[in-house]
């Protein structure tokens, strides 16, 4: 039986199925299985399913009724558990695909280092191919809580991860979320080993037709995600991962502020809730972050902090003065208009 199980959850993608696909079965690392679950597409994805069933022994197909992502992933884990002595489990979007040494370097770093889960960096890509030379690469960190800290994307999602089997056996992806991923991944990086490859071997395709590019309300269960997480990280002592997630969790909500703002008056009231529960937030946590954390949050996070609005870029500002000195924020000053602007 196959070392590596892959599921790829399948839905109305039938643009993309192939590239997906094809990506895994051109893998340098050939002793896998590749598990496509149809949750019940309503275009032609169901029938190139099979016909890569024909073609391929190492494909596997699974039909079933629709039950959005979580369930599609659920229902491979399942399958691998009753019919498959594979070892490792790994999880590929139908939309993204992976470089050719994603297996091969994933699976040799895991059992050279023995750890239970190997995790890569990622690319995100509207649909260009890049090539990505993938030599024999050392790991770039071991640690959960500095990975969490300084590639949250990384560490937060299921793809771009090579799991050891035996992980999942009593862990399920939460049904009826979006940001599914972010209310399990976490808890399994922070008590498992683990490695991190800083090089992008998964290509993560930004589709705005996607369940991920278009805004609903759905999508603010990403902050009570971002609240288990924060309980958990106290609970368990990992004080620098809490003061992130803190910022983190501050910053999701000028996030969405923003999204809402875009589609006004529809959620009026709503928008006026979040804008009401960030201050709460700002309250009930501002003696937590008031150590270096808001630095660091700002040095990693520069991306994400574009998109905030000026009272929160505020709030981080004043952080980071308060800790390290008008002197320092005046010679960064530069850097931080950068990224504020």
């Known amino acids: 039986m ?13 643009k993309y199925l192939n ?14 299985e590749c598990i496509l679950v149809d949750d019940g597409s309503p275009d032609n994805c169901p029938k190139l399913c099979d016909e890569y069933a024909k073609k391929d022994k190492r494909i596997k197909v699974i039909h079933k009724q629709n039950g959005g992502l979580s369930d599609a992933r659920n229902a491979g884990i399942d399958w691998v558990f009753k019919n498959s002595d594979s070892e490792w489990i790994s999880f590929v979007d139908s939309d993204d695909w992976i ?23 990622y690319l995100r890509t509207s649909g260009e191919s890049y090539n990505i030379d993938a030599p024999d690469i050392n790991p770039d960190c071991f640690n959960p809580e500095l990975l969490w800290c300084e590639n949250l994307g990384n560490a937060i999602v299921a793809c771009g991860k090579l799991f050891k089997k035996s992980i999942w056996s009593k862990t399920r992806f939460p049904l009826g979320k979006l940001h599914e991923d972010e209310f399990v991944i976490y808890k399994l990086i922070f008590t498992n080993k683990i490695l991190f490859l800083n090089t992008g071997l998964y290509f993560y395709f930004v589709n705005t037709n996607s369940i991920t590019g278009v805004w609903s309300p759905e999508r603010l269960s990403v902050l009570d995600a971002r609240k288990e997480q ?3 990280f106290k609970e368990n002592g990992f004080n ?15 996030v969405a502020i923003r999204e809402i703002d875009r589609v006004l008056p529809k959620y009026r009231d709503l928008y ?17 972050v008031t150590l270096p954390y808001a630095s ?26 308060k800790q390290f000195g008008i002197s320092r924020a005046i010679k960064k000053g530069v850097n931080l208009l950068t990224k504020f602007n």
């Open 99 to 121: 470089h050719s040494r994603y297996l091969a370097l994933l699976f040799e770093k895991a059992t050279e280092y023995n750890v239970d889960i190997s995790i890569c960096g």
């Open 230 to 232: 924060i309980a958990f």
């Open 272 to 288: 006026k809730q979040l804008k009401r529960k960030q201050k709460q937030a700002i309250k009930k946590y501002e003696s937590e």
């Open 19 to 32: 590239r997906c696909v094809d990506s895994i079965l051109n893998q340098t690392f050939t002793d896998f």
């Open 240 to 254: 620098l991962a809490y003061k992130t997630t803190i910022l983190d969790y501050i910053h999701r909500y000028s």
């Open 2 to 14: 196959p070392k590596i199980s892959v599921i790829v959850p399948v839905y109305n993608v039938e």
């Open 296 to 321: 660091i949050y700002i040095e990693n996070f520069a991306e994400g902090i574009q998109g905030m609005n000026l009272f929160s870029k505020l709030i981080l500002i004043i952080l980071y003065i």
